[in-house]
């Protein structure tokens, strides 16, 4: 008995494990046609679905105005009744954090040294440690971690996204 | 549910505590980095959670080894936490020079805050070293191990915030009190004072409960 419940569990797993492989073959195979440029492929109720895929650097352009649960569903709703979409969005400049490889450096030497932990081979535990520590000291030394996007280059992408959007929707008849 | 009504009947913004500002709109980055620290801190919490879980279970697998009476020395303990409170004090000192934009006392509150850490961390130093030189190392029982484990992970973590506090200190001196160093500032000053809520129960779990024992 127990082993028929247990058999039946591993049949159960290994049809999960096709479909998983089935879902992998088929969404490759017609990957062209599937492909979403919108980053709202589902009408999605939550701001996950409200910026472009994949997002930019900044993932909003303009700061979501968020009223209650199902922000973006509510958001769209807004935008069919006011018409919203013919007006000008105001964008601002976006402040982004500069990229930085500090945090794969610092992973590096700490790795290395929790290697050297467990094998107790003690100058590479020091090596580790003034490496993840030299690495997190010169990242809080820079003067300048940020940079700007303009303006008119989140407006840009934006309104390519928006466009997207737009396209695919008369593309699909309208909604 | 009630909560979810009372969120979304409000500026969700005021969650945060920011009543007083006018405009609804992006948390300021001060805010935005305190809520993270607290985020970070508050897993932190949550693994010496587990290592307080670990020695309650295991304080009384001596395997015929010392038991937590027989080794602790609540005279040291009390200076280790004499120690660790005024360090508190003098990092709230340093809070409050910071925010005045006073280097000078900034730097000699941070730097009696050091001393005051180092003579814990020597304290501390001390008695494990006497342990292990009495055959009592992590190594005797599942009690020792415990103890070990949950008691170093704390010094660990004072030894990680004296490299800290040094770092701001030469932030301080090189760069000054610029936006980003004062959120650093902010950030330590909460690790240093969530470490001493650690030792409050470390102290009172471990030493006070196992002399009793």
Known sequence: MASLVAGAGAILIMIGIIFQIVQLAVSIRRREELRDRTGDPWDGRSLEWATASPPPVFNFAVLPDVRGENAYWAMKARAKKADAEKSETDYQPIEMPRNSPTGFVCAFFATLMGFALIWHIWWMVIAGFIGAFATFVVFAWRDHDEYEIPAEEVARIDRANINQRRDMVSAAGGR | ?213
């Open chain 2, 1 to 213: 549910m009630s909560v979810t009504m009372a969120y979304g009947a409000r500026d969700p913004h005021q969650v945060l505590g920011l009543d007083d500002v006018e405009h609804s709109g992006p948390a300021s980055k001060r805010i935005v980095t305190g809520f993270g620290f607290w985020i970070f801190l508050l897993s932190d919490m949550v693994m010496f959670s587990c290592f307080f879980a670990a020695f309650a279970v295991l304080s009384g697998n001596t395997a015929g080894g010392p038991r937590g009476s027989e080794i602790f020395d609540l005279r040291n303990v009390a200076i280790e936490t004499g120690c660790l409170l005024m360090s508190s004090f003098t990092c709230g000192m340093a809070s409050i020079a910071a925010d005045v934009r006073n280097r000078f006392w900034f730097q000699v509150a941070m730097a009696v805050t050091c001393v005051l850490g180092l003579a814990f961390l020597f304290i501390e130093f001390r008695e494990f070293a006497g342990l292990v030189a009495r055959d009592a190392g992590p190594s005797r029982s599942a009690f020792l191990s415990a103890f070990f484990t949950l008691v170093g992970c704390h010094g660990l973590h004072v030894s990680a915030g004296i490299l800290w506090l040094l770092t701001m200190m030469a932030q301080v001196f090189a760069k000054g009190f610029r936006a980003d160093i004062l959120r650093r500032i902010l950030c330590f000053a909460l690790f240093w004072h969530a470490l001493d809520i650690i030792w409050v129960a470390v102290f009172s779990v471990v030493y006070l409960l196992g002399s009793a024992a």
